[in-house]
């Protein structure tokens, strides 16, 4: 059996929220795909062939310095519950927890760069940073694809660029995308027109957990949706001019609100602290929506004792099978919403400790 | 102008919550009513006969040891909000509030014992005790009354007893109540069919300020409603057994809640609390509801750092004229959830820190 011990005990260091603009931007991730020449697309190969190309390109990935230290996964060996625990913590989709034959994750100890096998594409590259900082996450996708391409003869035309399953990623084969938190915009209604602009501008916004996902907790993925005609350094220069902008509309938005309806703002979002400080059971929904809250709390400066990175950690942890990996077993939704609630209470509790020690120094 | 600034400071010694049963019973209250035998009722006088029938009952009640340290109040030269305030002490009754004019309120000054001049009856005597007393109570009112029989012709006629102006009241002219709560029957659904009990066997329960109030908090008054052909120790008997029996079906709900609904239990008390000690706006009615919950927590032990002479205190100074009058300024509904929320917040937070200091010691 996979021992992911270590994993569940840390968060990967990209979540210590203190990239660029970590308050609006939780994280930043640049996704490529690719695909094997002579090998046809996967939703068209039996198991054999799915098994050569997870050979092929494992032998070629684990001979790289990117993955000088890493872990490799086989899917189908590992327990629905640990294949949740990969897909909560984005390193694969939720594609691979339904299909796991032949399917593999290989991916560094830093949790920063990882290569999904046989998803949707033959090969999906991810990068990860943490805040505000697509051209590090870029820059850490790109090492990966460059050290895998001299090794794998991957499809591509002169015309096309890289082939991939779906055409929507045709070209670059490269998605970059950042998860951003817009309870300012919510607030103030601005967040519809926001969204009607952005797809306008040929770029996509979904909810946290990507496509079809429900919004909760004002989390969004804004990301591009062009990919075909344009270079990997436009795709990132686009996007991030794109977010530098939501961020200076997100902060104005804040602003208002602090100097408009502060005694609500303030009420709001200390209830929400209250209720995370205290509850009892807490479903995923909720926490999602009160994390939200004393997340704008902090960012406004009302809140002052708790740290973004601990926000981002409980965001990660709070999830079903982070919950049930963390206490070592299976548990029923009563039970997680009871552990759900433990969990927030000693994270934000030591956050107030720590507080008060400083305090006292 | 009449200064409350020491009743404002400080809440009846009677409300320190350490009273028999105190979890349950906040208080014990017995009322008697009495009228001059060479007056009208007081519906039925001009101005004149209302300051002679004042005159007379405030020369004899002042001479009293009871009232040996006391204050005399005239309600006509005060304003509403003081009204308010001590009709938020139940002091007075809601009827002082709109009629003023020679009407007066004389109390001792450990707020134990009061003298109506002119409400409903001439005079409207109270006694009260912490917790579930209803003999302190009585001795206390009683005292009152033996001390101003001598010096006043009260009306009294053999066959009907004390003549009063409703005659709900005729005969012993008292009424004898305790103020208890009752979230676990609440909560098992068990009170309307003890509500009617009580009515069938002739007691009377109504909300926290008497009759036609809203039943708000759980909290509920118990009181009799037979006051002719009985002696005033039965019905301070028949009440205190009756009160024993529903403090019983009390403890009994709150047990079975406790073993069988412990997790959500837990749940919605310490959010209560966590809502209390956070919130920056809380209006009367979720204070009520809030207070309630924690003072349930309180006494099932699931919240430790509570105090029940806290609760009690707050049940009384988050009332708007309480909150007026501490921060000596007339304030809006808004602004008075915004400080009701503060003072709140810094009792609760007393409590927690005493707490902690005993646990350091």
Redesign the interface.
Known sequence: MFDFGDMVARPAGWLDGDGRDGEVVLSSRVRIARNLDEHRFTHNCDNEELSDILRESADVARDTSVFARHRFVRMGEISTLDRQFLAERHLVSREFLFNSANRALIVNEEEDVCLMINEEDHLRMQGFAGGFNLKKAHGRVRLLEEALAPGLELAYRDRLGYLTSCPTNLGTGMRASVLIHLPGMVHSKEINKLLDSLRKLNHSIRGLYGEGSEVMGNFFQLSNSITLGVSSESIIRNLSEMVTKVISFEERSREMLFRKAR??L??KV??A?????????VNTKEALSLISAVRLGVGVEIIPDVSISSLNRLLIYTQPAHLQMRLGKSMAT?ERD?AR?DYIRETLSRDTDQENLQEEE
């Open positions: 005694s609500l303030e009420d200390w209830r602290y209250g209720l995370l400080r205290y509850a009892h059971s009563e009871a609630a």
